[in-house]
C-alpha cells in the first residue's frame, strides 16, 4: 500500500509517468524500507495507462461491493393507537438497570488508592 501512495504522491508532483527511484526517494524520505519486486510490479502494472482511468475504474468495481453500512431495523406491529412507545421505554429502563450491576465500583479497585 505504502508504494501505491508513494507512487501517487509522484504522479501529484507532476510526474506523468513516475519511476522507481521517484517512488524509492518518496518512500526513503519517510524512512520507509522499499521493495524493489512490489515497484516494479506496479510500475509494470500501470506502465501506459492513464492513471485517472486507473481509478475511475476502480470506483466502479468499489461501487459495487457491499459495505455493511445498512442497518435492518425490524419493529413489531404495534397493537393500537398510542401503545407503540411503551415498550420502548421499558427497554431502555432495562438498559439502564444492566449498565449498573456491569459497574466496577464494587471491585475494589481503584487508580487513586
Given at each position: ?7 501517487l ?11 522507481s ?12 524500507e522499499?521493495?524493489d ?32 453500512g ?5 419493529s ?24 449498573k ?9 481503584s487508580?487513586?488508592?
Open positions: 500500500m505504502k508504494v501505491v501512495a508513494a507512487y504522491l509522484a504522479a501529484l508532483s507532476g510526474k506523468a509517468s513516475p519511476t527511484a521517484d517512488i524509492k526517494a518518496i518512500l526513503g524520505s519517510v524512512g520507509c522499499t521493495d519486486s512490489q515497484i516494479e510490479l506496479l510500475l509494470k502494472e500501470l506502465s501506459g495507462k492513464d492513471l485517472c482511468d486507473v481509478i475511475a475504474s476502480g470506483r466502479e468495481k468499489l461501487a459495487s461491493v457491499p459495505s455493511g445498512g442497518v435492518a431495523m425490524a413489531a406491529p404495534s397493537a393500537g393507537g398510542g401503545g407503540g412507545a411503551a415498550p420502548a421505554a421499558e427497554a431502555k429502563k432495562e438498559e439502564k438497570k444492566e449498565e450491576e456491569e459497574s466496577d465500583d464494587d471491585m475494589g479497585f487508580l487513586f488508592e
